[in-house]
């Protein structure tokens, strides 16, 4: 077949390879590809090319005509059982145990491929870990500050109290399934130009189960689980930032066939606060100001997540500037101490003005007006503009 891989390329030996190193490199494959040990859905494809290959490059006869005609002369004289048939699995994996795997041997390498028999994969009813869980939770600003105690109302899947997840109910006992006599699978043998194939399929009388219940539970219509609201409270560590993940052990799906119930994941988010704004462990608060404050400076009481406290205003504060309150900021969560409130003036500009705030602000233009913005340091004109300054503070106050 054109679209077949050379074989000595399938199994990565030069064409002067001799028997033990074919026999060896094929052996090595087969343990990398078995479906047994490798889980990728081309690992059946896979195995079954290298086997191919073997089958015809360890047989002198078909080796030979392999190399005079390629896959042409493989394909006009060989059937498929021809070529997998003269393959003597036991003896390649017999230091392995009895057929080297799991399956039931190698006594045909379809049964390898399709299930091996009834008895391949047994019932489902071993212990299954129960899902995962998750759950969102917002919270205020306040509350990642400090730490608090959240209480979550969430659906899951619990074990039914009344059978005790047997899904029989009380008094009776699930029964095995006659129909797959609890093996949970049902074979069929079909012949097809490459051989026997060996199908296993999960058994529908039982679904898998291997078990059959005559007499359901009526709590649970025969699931052994249930569907039950629960009431969890998880403690919020102070310092918590909006994306964390808090693993709350056992507190998933309950598992099914006695296995351990599964972890619930709390997913959380910091709702945005009207006030303060965070930023990782520091707090942005913007506090408005008057002129005269900023100019004379002040003492004022800034809010913070932790209570009001006093901060001196330094005279002649810009608008825009930063002052930093040290300690007034988020707790380092992976870490000690907190972080820092950064205050950020803003100065306000009255939009209306009293007749003697309008004359005090009046005087001072004038005396600016004179002196220049600023004035010299030291001079009368700084005197007279301070005075009126202290005059308009007094007013607006």
Do not use: W
């Amino acid at each position: 077949m054109a679209d077949k891989k050379d074989y000595y390329e399938v199994l990565g030996v030069s064409k002067d390879a001799d028997e033990k190193q074919i026999k060896k490199t094929y052996r090595k494959l087969a343990m990398q590809y078995h479906p047994d040990r490798n889980p990728s859905p081309d690992a059946e494809d896979k195995f079954k090319e290298i086997s191919e290959a073997y089958g015809v490059l360890s047989d002198p006869e078909k080796r030979k005509r392999y190399d005079q005609f390629g896959h042409a002369g493989i394909d006009a004289q060989y059937s498929a059982e021809d070529i997998f048939g003269g393959i003597h699995f036991e003896d390649i994996f017999g230091d392995m145990g009895v057929g080297g795997f799991g399956r039931g041997g190698f006594e045909s390498i379809f049964e390898t491929f399709f299930g091996g028999g009834a008895g391949g994969y047994g019932p489902r009813t071993v212990p299954q870990r129960g899902s995962d869980l998750r759950y969102d939770l917002h919270i205020p600003l306040a509350d990642a500050a400090h730490g608090t105690e959240a209480k979550m109302r969430l659906m899951r899947t619990e074990t039914c109290d009344t059978c005790g997840g047997s899904g029989a109910k009380p008094g009776t006992s699930p029964k095995t399934c006659a129909n797959c006599k609890g093996t949970g699978q049902v074979s069929q043998a079909r012949r097809t130009p490459f051989g026997q194939f060996i199908t296993s399929t999960p058994c529908r009388q039982c679904h898998g189960t291997g078990k059959v219940i005559e007499s359901p539970c009526g709590s649970c219509n025969g699931t052994g689980r249930v569907r039950r609201a629960k009431t969890i409270s998880v403690s919020i560590p102070a310092g918590i930032e909006s994306g964390s993940r808090l693993r709350v052990v056992g507190e998933g799906e309950h598992g099914v066939q006695g296995g351990p119930p599964g972890d619930l994941y709390v997913v959380m988010h910091i709702d945005p606060d009207p006030v303060f704004e965070r930023d990782r462990d520091n707090i942005l608060y913007e506090l408005p100001i008057r002129f005269t404050q900023a100019t004379l400076g002040d003492e004022v009481v800034v809010p913070t997540l932790h209570g009001d406290v006093k901060m001196k205003v330094p005279p002649g504060t810009q608008s825009g500037s930063t002052l930093r309150l040290r300690g007034k900021g988020m707790p380092k969560l992976h870490g000690h101490g907190k972080g820092d409130q950064l205050v950020k003036i803003k100065i306000a500009v009255p939009k209306h003005l009293s007749a003697i705030e309008r004359e005090l602000l009046t005087k001072l233009q004038e005396i600016e007006d004179k002196t220049g913005y600023g004035g010299s340091a030291g001079g009368t004109g700084n005197k007279k503009r301070k005075g009126i300054f202290e005059k308009v503070k007094d007013a607006f106050e």
